[in-house]
């Protein structure tokens, strides 16, 4: 989950552009910080443990100049977080220094090895070792190309590197496996890097990379191999041309535009991104093709991790509502335990939003083994998941710089509640076909707009609760409660458990004493819950209802009612209405505790290690 970048320029000077990138790749990682330069012959490298910022100064990194090099920002996998761990990574003779993002395996064995032959290794990680085997390498060869390539069959595991050979200038060498890495070409030079926002200040035109390719770049060029298993081979210039994708996103999209966080920026754009993300699926023939699909597969599979499985479930949930269609919501890390019942008449359903989810992908691969049909939905054109899918249906949210998903999670909800709505006219279960989610749908851009609004002055004054609470639901208001607590968890370390409000009478509710907090996330389909409610109220519990301004519920003198926009009675709009009470709560509870909410502990924006 580190972020990578590497820059080769015809003239000027990297170092601000690599900086500029770090800075954009700092939500995969900030654990410590590094970066390489090529200058007179020779690499420089300077690294810390810390935030870039931080580094920038103590280590005084504007001062470097040269037209290549490499950076890095980790999130630690292999090694404690410290200034040796730090990446780069370099060889006894301090001619290569290598980034690497991604995890190798048979890391002891190597170790062993190279130590066995008189390697110094200084550091706990496991990028150090591709540095010394590569010196090794390239001292045999002679040929960086045939080094790299030798290197890379020596490696199990998952990477994505980015190179500096100082008896090369100009050059920045890549290899990409089973980690997310893209190529951007420019008019000034060249770039590779983890994340399409990190090169966006050098060009929009980028190259997808897949599994096994590698190569260089130079200020005026690239050239891609692919692995086979004899050795390797070039990829045409012609395909690579092909290969070339435009980028809508603008560098402007990837700063903070004034906010003082990410967070809340995105946050604020949720009405932008749900806007954009229906109207571009809804007259989209994959849409339309996707759902057909599901029509008519014997089983539906949904596989995702995080909050794109909480999307999931929303899915799952109008898919039974919408097109009488049964689905199984799976925690992408366990879909062992489905793989003997897949088979071709499986269609799987995957969620990314990075579309380079590590759990994610390793599932959909397994499943497409075993004959499956592939239907992606991620945010990202040319991610991993978008490559392997049978089809891709995208949402448009832009760039999410923030660990925390916002508005990729409602853009999520609205291409998938699209989805579902498809597949029951698709089915043919729908009195007025998808109609019934397509005109809720459509204006769900001014609903979300006024669910903020009405939310914000509650999520400020509910942003000091500290301690453990629950955040209990029925039906759509279940699923809606976990990403609720996902959010207050992982942004303002506060406990939050979310539960289905009927089953805490079998246990949870013993934890309920005076001044305990209990949010409750009333939907239409579950009124019910007011009896949940009650419950906790009765045994002492601070208790918070949420809902729909036109939802009647008979709630007594006690508990809190913090009415948002009205749904109609519509399903279809509820998690518009609700989840951004929760995103500002979370958000104003973190700001409030001194924390950032845009870099939270251990955590980083897309997992992309096993």
Known sequence: MCGIIGITMRRGNATPIIVEGLRRLEYRGYDSVGVA???????????AKGTI???????????????????????????PPNDVNAHPHTDCRGEIAVVHNGVIRNYSSLREELAARGHRIISDTDTELIA????????????MVDALARTLSRLQGSYALAILYSREPGR????????????????????????????????????P??????????????EIYRLTPSGYTRVPPREVESRVKFIEWTPEAASKAGYPHFMIKEIYEQPQAVMETFNGAVDDPALAEASRLIAGARDVLVVAAGTSYHAGLVFSYHLYRLARRHSIPIIASEYKQYSPAVGEDTVVVAVSQSGETYDTLAAVREYQSLGARIVGVTNVVGSALDRISDITVYTRAGPEIGVAATKTYLAQVTVLTLLAGYTGEARGVLDRG????????????????????????????????????????????SHIAREAALKVKEIAYLHAEAYPAGESKHGPIALVEPGFPVFIVATSDSPEVAGNAIEMHSRGGRVMVTKPADMGLEIPRGIEVLDLPPSHGDPVLEPFILAPFYQLLAYYAAVKRGYDPDKP???AKTVTVE
């Open 53 to 79: 910022d931080s580094f920038v100064r103590k280590a005084s990194v504007m001062s470097l100049r040269g037209q290549t090099g490499i950076g890095h920002t980790r999130w630690a996998t292999h090694g």
């Open 601 to 603: 502990r251990n955590l």
């Open 172 to 207: 920045v060498y890549f290899a990409k496996m089973h980690s997310p890495l893209i190529l951007a070409l420019g008019e000034e030079g060249n770039a590779v890097a983890s994340d399409i926002t990190a090169v966006l200040d050098v060009s929009r035109r980028i190259i």
């Open 434 to 477: 998808a109609r019934e989610v397509r005109e809720p749908l459509s204006r769900v851009h001014e609903v979300v707009n006024d669910a903020i609004r009405s939310s914000e002055p509650y999520a400020k004054q509910l942003a000091g609760l500290e301690g453990s609470m629950y955040i209990l639901g029925r039906g759509l208001g």
């Open 37 to 47: 330069l090529q200058s007179g012959g020779r690499v420089e490298i300077r690294k």
């Open 132 to 143: 010394h085997l590569l010196e090794e390498e390239a001292s045999g060869t002679g040929s």
């Open 209 to 222: 990379l897949n599994d096994g390719e590698f190569g260089w770049i130079g200020p005026e060029g690239v």
